[in-house]
């Protein structure tokens, strides 16, 4: 929770936890989640489940039971103190959750947009970044010719009048950096928000709007299970 961007804090975050590389566009982000959560209220209207054969109960409990065991065993190799916090019945109910699929695309999707935002902000500073070193680099090529021009008399004078640009322009580059950031960061904990929001409107267990440093640990323990998971399960 998710994302300078690696420290901003996400839900969601792939193996490398936050990466951002070259270019995207973000204008699908909430459409894509009202989709996921469309797709996932549609299968929950369902009396079965896609791919577990077509709603046999005996099918259903030997899948829940099967997705009970796995997260047992995947809960091991997280710290400690969470695995005290992820009782039977939280397990139980996050493998619930996970029978018909649907949640794993979900998790996919918003993986997707987090990736594409990151993307986005990061070229946004890049941009931002170049525009404000090129302004540097022409003001000095400026004060460099002015220099060679300079009469000796007018030298300490113009020296004088070029360091105060140099310092004023130094502080509009940090500036401009600084309300960058902030506006990231903005971004960003509101893109924590929206996954918070739509994992608990697909009714995976353990997430809700919070931006309490345990919560957050504690659901992207959750997250890491749910991707562990699929990717065992996308496997056979």
């Known amino acids: 929770m998710v994302t300078v961007l690696t420290s901003v804090p996400s839900v969601i975050q792939c ?11 973000i204008f699908t982000d909430r459409h894509l989640d009202r989709e996921l959560l469309g797709s996932c209220s549609k299968f929950k209207e369902m009396d079965v489940y896609p791919g577990v054969t077509d709603g046999d109960p ?12 796995e997260l047992q065993t995947l809960v091991k ?30 998790v996919q999707g918003l993986l997707d947009i987090q990736h594409l935002t990151e993307k986005n902000l990061y070229n946004q500073r890049q941009k931002l970044h170049s525009e404000l070193q090129a302004l540097k680099q022409d003001l000095l090529r400026k004060h460099k010719d002015a220099l060679q021009t300079c009469k000796s008399h007018n030298l300490t004078l113009l020296k004088s009048n070029q360091q105060a640009e140099l310092e004023a322009l130094e502080i509009r580059v940090r500036e401009e950096q600084r309300i960058m950031d902030k506006k990231i960061v903005a971004e960003m904990d509101q893109k924590v928000i929206d996954q918070q929001n739509t994992l ?32 065992k399960e996308s496997q056979y």
């Open 200 to 231: 608990e409107k697909a009714g995976v267990p353990g997430f809700f709007i919070t931006t309490n440093p345990q919560e957050l640990t504690m659901q992207m323990n959750l997250l890491e299970l749910i991707l562990k998971l699929q990717q």
């Open 77 to 106: 190799d997280l710290p400690s103190s969470f695995q005290q916090r992820l009782s039977y019945n939280t397990l139980g109910d996050l493998a619930l959750a996970l029978i018909d699929g649907t949640v794993y695309e979900i």
């Open 58 to 69: 005996a099918k259903h409990q030997e899948r829940h039971y099967y997705l009970l065991s």
């Open 15 to 25: 193996p490398t936890w936050w990466t951002h590389q070259a270019t995207a566009r």
